[in-house]
C-alpha cells in the first residue's frame, strides 16, 4: 500500500509562484507513473503532468506547458510540481496520484492524462490564485 501526502498549496496573487510537494510513504516510487492532477469547484478532475519515475521522462498539459514543471526528487522519494506564472484558472485542489509498474501501462499520451491509469491518490491541497 502506498500513501501519497501532497504540500506546498496556498494563496498567491496572478503571476506568483508556488511549489508542490508529494512524498510517498509505504513504498519506494521505483518504475511509478507519479502524476499530478486538479479539480477546480464544479468541474472534472484535469490531468496537469505526469513523470516515469524510472527514466525521468515528462509530460505536460498544453494548459501548462512552460509554466509548470513535474520533477522526481529521488532522495527524497518524491515528486515535486513548481507553478509559475500563476493564474486564476489555476484555482483547484491539487492532487498527487500514483501508477504502480505492475498494471503494466505504457508512459505516455493518451493513458496518462486519464484519472482512471492511477492506482493511488493522495488527499489533495488547495491553490488559490487571486487576480
Known amino acids: 500500500q502506498v500513501q501519497l501526502v501532497e504540500s506546498g498549496g496556498g494563496s498567491v496573487q496572478t503571476g506568483g509562484s508556488l511549489m508542490l510537494s508529494c512524498a510517498a510513504s509505504g513504498r519506494t516510487f521505483g518504475s511509478y507513473t507519479m502524476g499530478w492532477f486538479r479539480q477546480a469547484p464544479g468541474k472534472e478532475r484535469e490531468f496537469v503532468a505526469a513523470?516515469?519515475?524510472?527514466?525521468?521522462?515528462?509530460y505536460h498539459a498544453e494548459s501548462v506547458r512552460g509554466r509548470f514543471t513535474i520533477s522526481r526528487a529521488n532522495a527524497r522519494n518524491s515528486v515535486t510540481l513548481q507553478m509559475n506564472s500563476l493564474k486564476p484558472e489555476d484555482t483547484a485542489v491539487y492532487y498527487c496520484?500514483?501508477?504502480?509498474?505492475?498494471?503494466?501501462?505504457?508512459?505516455?499520451?493518451?493513458?496518462?492524462?486519464?484519472?482512471?491509469?492511477?492506482?493511488?491518490w493522495g488527499q489533495g491541497t488547495q491553490v488559490t490564485v487571486s487576480s
Open positions: 513523470v516515469n519515475w524510472a527514466d525521468g521522462e515528462t
Open positions: 496520484a500514483a501508477d504502480p509498474p505492475t498494471t503494466r501501462r505504457p508512459f505516455g499520451y493518451p493513458l496518462v492524462v486519464q484519472p482512471t491509469a492511477y492506482v493511488y
